[in-house]
């Protein structure tokens, strides 16, 4: 072959390969948000709809403020000022706009609430879902389990999202807080912009940085919460069983580590016995029991009836001698939890609190 022909050769095969890309990219969805500084409701947004969503998976991120870019693409997240899921126009930023995550909420939803609102639940499914697989965990949760999990998450991480980027505070603004919050999300996020005195930084690298990390916390999030969603009936378990662990019925025994402090009221009220369980005992991942009081609400630091006074505070060898319990690991100083070696003895630990 000579050299023209090979020339005309490679020229064709780069035409071919240029057709490809331009039919590749004709494919692949786009979506659009803002260019210049960075928050994290359009960030999780982006993470949201390119990484679990069928309609947007792998979709390319646009980041411009060009209007008539914007309109030709698939869909839009935090710009434009139109909110229109019909198009997957996702703006909360035009006067009008006044939409809620549901009825029964009253936070005014940011970009990620709005994507959260239309394809959440199909997120949160895709992610645990591919969870229980890397894990080799052979659990089912059923679409109630699911639905669960959907409006949870909504309340506990994408609501906190919706209200500070909505400029809402979590206190009355006569209130001083004692102590600010800089490690959330979107304080994280921010920190990925470029300050004051950093020169050419790439905020479309910055910006796929920050995806990470939402996309991690989001991850973590919906881990932590099917955790708590699925605990429920070794919670109920155990407390149907109180009484094999003494007649009090004030003591519970956890067959295994499990979130059960928001269960544990819901069952008190179902079951129509506020109040009445004053410690949990469980095993930690060394095997040594743990007994910790039961708070006057999930909120409350305040026990229901805490350790016994004499042992707060007090070193291993104190403890044992004050209690006769000779496998005692420690008491905490606020009374709040405690340890032993051995099964039998945290019960006594309990039961000599609860006759203190």
């Known amino acids: 072959m000579c050299i023209r022909d090979r020339t005309q050769s490679t020229w064709g095969n780069i035409q071919v390969l240029i057709k490809f890309l331009r039919f590749f990219m004709s494919q692949t969805k786009q979506?659009?948000?803002h260019s210049g500084t960075f928050h994290a409701d359009e960030v999780?947004?982006?993470?949201?709809?390119t990484k679990y969503t069928q309609l947007?998976?792998?979709a390319n991120i646009v980041r411009t403020r060009d209007q008539n870019i914007l309109d030709k693409l698939d869909a839009v997240i935090?710009?434009?000022?139109?909110?229109?899921?019909s198009i997957h126009r996702y703006d909360h930023h035009q006067g009008e706009f006044n939409d809620f995550f549901s009825q029964n909420h009253n936070i005014r939803l940011s970009s990620a609430g709005l994507v959260f609102k239309h394809f959440g639940r199909e997120v949160v499914e895709r992610i645990a879902k591919d969870f229980l697989v890397s894990e080799k965990l052979d659990i089912q949760l059923s679409p109630e389990d699911y639905d669960q999990l959907y409006l949870r998450i909504y309340n506990t991480f994408i609501m906190p999202l919706d209200a500070t980027d909505n400029g809402i505070d979590a206190y009355p603004q006569d209130v001083e807080p004692r102590y600010r919050q800089t490690t959330a999300l979107e304080h994280r996020v921010s920190r990925l912009n470029p300050t004051w005195f950093e020169q050419n930084i790439d905020q479309d690298e910055?910006?796929?940085?920050?995806?990470?990390i939402a996309d991690d916390e989001l991850q973590w999030q919906v881990r932590t919460t099917m955790s708590r969603v699925l605990a429920k009936p070794y919670v109920e378990k155990a407390v149907d069983q109180?009484?094999?662990?003494?007649?009090s019925g004030a003591i519970i025994k956890l067959e295994l580590v499990c979130p059960w402090k928001e269960h544990l009221y819901r069952i008190e009220e179902e079951k129509g016995i506020q109040g009445?369980?004053?410690y949990v005992l469980f095993q930690d991942q060394l095997a040594e029991w743990r007994i910790q009081c039961v708070s006057l609400s999930p909120q409350s630091y305040t026990n229901r009836k805490s350790l016994k006074s004499d042992w707060c505070g007090?070193?291993?060898?104190?403890?044992?001698?004050?209690?006769?319990?000779?496998d005692v690991v420690f008491v905490h100083a606020n009374g709040f939890i405690g340890g032993a070696k051995s099964y039998e003895s945290v019960v006594k630990m309990g039961l000599e609190s609860l006759n203190e």
Do not use: P
């Open 314 to 326: 007090k070193s291993r060898d104190e403890v044992a001698q004050l209690s006769g319990i000779a």
């Open 31 to 33: 979506i659009g948000t």
């Open 78 to 85: 935090d710009v434009g000022r139109i909110y229109d899921a």
């Open 276 to 278: 009445q369980i004053k």
């Open 56 to 58: 947007f998976q792998n």
């Open 44 to 49: 999780l947004g982006c993470v949201m709809l």
């Open 206 to 212: 910055r910006f796929r940085e920050a995806m990470k």
């Open 242 to 247: 109180r009484f094999n662990v003494h007649e």
